[in-house]
C-alpha cells in the first residue's frame, strides 16, 4: 500500500510559478511509475504529466508541454511538478498518482493522493 501526500498548492498570478511536491510512502513506491493529474471545476480529470520509476521516462498533456516539468528524487521517494508561466486555466485541484505503469490514463493508476489546489488570478 502507498500513500501519497501532495504539496506546494496555492495563489499565483498568470505568468507565475509553482512547485508541486509528492511525498510517497509504504510499499515500494520507488518502483511504481508517478503521474500528475488535475481536475477543475466542472470538468473531467486532465493528465498532466507522468515519469516512469527510474525516470528516464517522461510524458507531457499538451496543454502543459513546454512549461511543466515532472522530476523523481527516488532516494526521498518525491515526485515534484514544476509549473512555469501559469495560465488561468491552469486552475484546478492537482493530484498526485502511482502506479505500475507509465500511462496517461487515469485508470490505470492504482494510489492517488487527496490533492492539492492550484489557482492562477490576478
Known amino acids: 500500500q502507498v500513500q501519497l501526500v501532495e504539496s506546494g498548492g496555492g495563489l499565483v498570478q498568470p505568468g507565475g510559478s509553482l512547485r508541486l511536491s509528492c511525498a510517497a510512502s509504504?510499499?515500494?513506491?520507488?518502483?511504481?511509475?508517478m503521474a500528475w493529474f488535475r481536475q477543475a471545476p466542472g470538468k473531467e480529470r486532465e493528465f498532466v504529466a507522468a515519469?516512469?520509476?527510474?525516470?528516464?521516462?517522461?510524458y507531457y498533456g499538451d496543454s502543459v508541454k513546454g512549461r511543466f516539468t515532472i522530476s523523481r528524487d527516488n532516494a526521498k521517494n518525491t515526485v515534484d511538478l514544476q509549473m512555469n508561466s501559469l495560465k488561468l486555466e491552469d486552475t484546478a485541484v492537482y493530484y498526485c498518482?502511482?502506479?505500475?505503469?507509465?500511462?496517461?490514463?487515469?485508470?490505470?493508476?492504482?494510489?492517488w493522493g487527496q490533492g492539492t489546489q492550484v489557482t492562477v488570478s490576478s
Open positions: 509504504g510499499g515500494t513506491a520507488s518502483s511504481y511509475a
Open positions: 515519469i516512469s520509476w527510474s525516470g528516464g521516462s517522461t
Open positions: 498518482a502511482a502506479g505500475a505503469y507509465c500511462t496517461l490514463w487515469y485508470g490505470s493508476y492504482d494510489y
